[in-house]
């Protein structure tokens, strides 16, 4: 039987994943760790916390069951905007419309790491880019663009969120190289996700995680029950308790897991002014999705 070296790293990953916090602290207890780190991991990367939109505001909601604007913006002749940016998974379905290169996992390596009870392990990262060809099809089928907005629109389902970039790490344990010509759409669980660690990681790492634009936070204190499960669940930890719910937006990175598991929807998503070009023309640098 042949063993593949995916098959190795997959091995490797599931029983190391649980020291990932304590790899993660390296980077701020040493200066030389990071560096090290930075380098063999984290090189190259950009990546955008995508939020899943059952967690937005009621303004939110109204204002979008009326919106009907189209636009075509020409990002340096890779990605198109087009159609209308409705929500903030409206990013990530605009640029599956444009792919041809698309696969899903079978599984979500991190919640099949963990064990995950709570969220479904066989909704898998999705990877865009002529990289995928060189994913083993053990693990990952290839799906047309349809396909993919259907698997994101379950990932939404079912309560969890996006990170959309580039990510070095994957086309380590892959083995599959350019790194630059793969996309990485993770569909993360508030328990299980690798990037619980960011908090964990140095200021430096954390500069290549990215809010997007216009989007925010709000908690209605009116509503809050005080049970405190949006700190739980906050992955920047940008939330506390003072006699009140106090979000410090200068840490928020607007993933909007608090939305999704507050009991009385006192925390809700709000997104406005969203600088769609910015966006894009960032995802382009970091990632050949065409040929074109």
Same mark, same amino acid.
């Given at each position: ?24 602290? %390296? ?10 780190? !930075?380098?063999?991991?984290?090189? #190259?990367? #950009? ?9 937005? +505001? ?37 640029? $599956? ?11 979500? $390596? ?7 009870? &709570? ?16 994913? +083993? ?6 799906? +047309? ?19 959309? #970039? ?12 350019? #790194? ?20 964990? %990681? !140095? ?18 204190? &009116?509503?809050?029950? +005080? ?41 809700? %998503? ?23």
């Amino acid at each position: 039987m042949k063993i593949r070296l995916i098959d190795v790293n997959i091995f490797i990953v599931k029983h190391i994943f649980r020291f990932r916090f304590k790899v993660a602290s %390296l980077t701020r207890k040493s200066r030389i760790m990071n560096r090290i780190i !930075s380098k063999i991991v984290f090189e #190259g990367d #950009g990546t955008y916390f995508v939020p899943n939109y059952k967690g937005m +505001s009621q303004e939110n909601i109204e204002v979008n069951e009326n919106v009907t604007r189209t636009s075509t913006i020409e990002i340096n002749k890779n990605i198109q905007v087009v159609d209308k940016i409705v929500t903030p998974t409206d990013f990530i379905k605009n640029i $599956l419309r444009q792919s041809d290169d698309i696969v899903i996992m079978n599984k979500c $390596l991190c919640r099949r790491s963990e064990g995950c009870d &709570d969220y479904p392990i066989d909704l898998g990262c999705i990877f865009v880019g002529k990289t995928t060809e060189k994913i +083993s099809r053990k693990h990952c089928r290839q799906v +047309s663009a349809d396909e993919a907005i259907r698997h994101i629109d379950k990932c939404d389902e079912a309560g969890l969120i996006h990170i959309m #970039g580039r990510n070095k790490m994957d086309s380590i344990w892959m083995n599959v190289r350019p #790194g630059d010509e793969l996309l990485t759409i993770c569909n993360c669980c508030p328990c299980c996700c690798l990037w619980r660690v960011y908090p964990n %990681l !140095s200021d430096s790492i954390q500069n290549d995680f990215y809010k997007l634009p216009g989007v925010s936070v709000s908690c209605d204190n &009116d509503k809050c029950i +005080s049970c405190k499960k949006c700190i739980e669940n906050c992955y920047a930890k940008s939330i506390r308790y003072e006699d009140k719910i106090i979000i410090d937006e200068d840490i928020c990175i607007g993933c909007g897991q608090c939305t999704l598991n507050c009991p009385t929807n006192a925390m809700q %998503l709000h997104y406005e002014n969203i600088d769609v070009e910015s966006v894009f023309n960032k995802i382009d640098s970091l990632v050949k999705i065409n040929d074109r």
